[in-house]
DNA sequence: GCTGTACATTAATCTAGATTAAGAAATAGT
DNA sequence: ACTATTTCTTAATCTAGATTAATGTACAGC
């Protein structure tokens, strides 16, 4: 098996392998199997609106999602990205009185499954692997902490050098204005901070 | 029992419920009980240290306790307040790289448990009572995403309002620079923010 | 009761980053 | 290959909030 990164929520995956692994699945098992849904997006499709009732969680096999708000000004705030192997739901999944938009930013290959399906069904399959589970939710927490600590007391450029070493693999991928909107800065605030900062060298 | 709130992360008051509903504890859990401290702390105790070894986690009887950082300047910056009833604990409970410091707001009583022995112990304790702590924790998720989005994008009135409401126990009893410090802003700006608000009117 | 220290307010600057706007470069669609 | 749209950059302002500093206020210790 391949390892499993955890910088997010990693619940879906363990939970496909646990279906997986099922040499002999249970009639319970297979009846999920069913309900899994494997699809292919292209960029630029938006997979939830904030305000949706549905609620789903989804697993990057291949491609890169997003997630963010609107605020009432109608600016998109990024929340957060979600390449190969990431885990990204919406916010009904963390109970949130924010909404999070979910769309694709590169041609993607998705698992996803209906929340409410995952926390009846996931649970009792797993009572045995909740350390994983807690240690994925940990993670998360870790994130948003070190994500407000960020926000609260670092510069653009501090933001921004952080955001390079912390997710090399996705700076590359997606737009500048999208790792502005994730710094909580404009992107031509962003594009001075690297003009300047290429100055001084 | 009286009703527990879930603001945040509230493990250590179902794992003392935990300890105390059992009528006929076993040795186990007989010498869990030894373990746990229960202490009286005068106003401007500092609990921990960002850095040290020690991993705690505190239950709040009676008083209000924060947690903060300092940063590389030497400033303070609030991550949040635990008044009766809250969990608090140092950033080693969550695994993060920035260094928690905790101390006493107001004169407190407080329950403390060594962070290790808790999860060593707890788990086997309460795996019939995972949705909770689950619940817990995501509640815990919500509240630093919803603090995410204000950083990001509310301004420094917006993050007041907003604070007055969600903690209107807490706005009351510490000091104007604190609340600040909370918000992301100087004792300066929320002073003004406040005036200019006040004529408004 | 004083005196000192911490806290809050107000006002005068200053500055990081926002806003606006306009041109250059890249990307997508036909 | 050519056009259109989106993205990136640069530069000129503007502004929210930081910084500095001075004054006012409350409480703690003596």
Redesign the interface.
Same mark, same amino acid.
């Given at each position: 098996m391949k390892e499993k990164r955890l910088q997010h929520l990693n619940l879906l995956s363990s939970f496909l392998d646990i279906l997986n692994q099922d040499s002999n699945p249970s009639p319970q098992v297979e009846a999920l199997k069913q309900k899994i849904s494997n699809k292919s997006f292209k960029k630029g499709s938006v997979l939830q609106r904030g305000g949706d009732m549905v609620s789903r969680i989804y697993y990057v096999k291949k491609g890169l999602l997003r997630s963010y708000?609107i +605020?009432h000004k109608g600016?998109e705030?990024i929340?957060m990205f979600a390449p190969e192997d990431w885990i990204i739901a919406d #916010?009904a +999944?963390?109970? @949130?009185?924010?909404q999070l938009f979910i769309d694709v930013l590169e041609d993607s290959e998705i698992e996803m499954v209906d929340k409410k399906l995952f926390e009846e069904v996931y649970?009792p399959l797993t009572?045995n692997s +909740?350390?994983q589970?807690?240690a994925a939710?940990?993670?998360?927490?870790?994130v948003?902490?070190?994500?407000?600590?960020m926000?609260? @007391?670092?510069s653009a450029i501090e933001r921004y050098e952080h955001f390079k070493t912390t997710y090399p693999q996705i700076t590359q991928r997606v737009p500048q204005r999208m790792i502005a909107s994730y710094l #909580?800065i404009t992107p031509e605030a962003l594009s001075k901070v690297k003009s300047e900062k290429a100055r001084s060298k």
């Open positions: 708000t +605020d600016k705030h929340f #916010g +999944d963390f109970a @949130s009185p924010c649970i009572l +909740d350390k589970r807690t939710m940990i993670k998360r927490i870790a948003l902490q070190e994500r407000v600590i926000l609260m @007391s670092a #909580g």
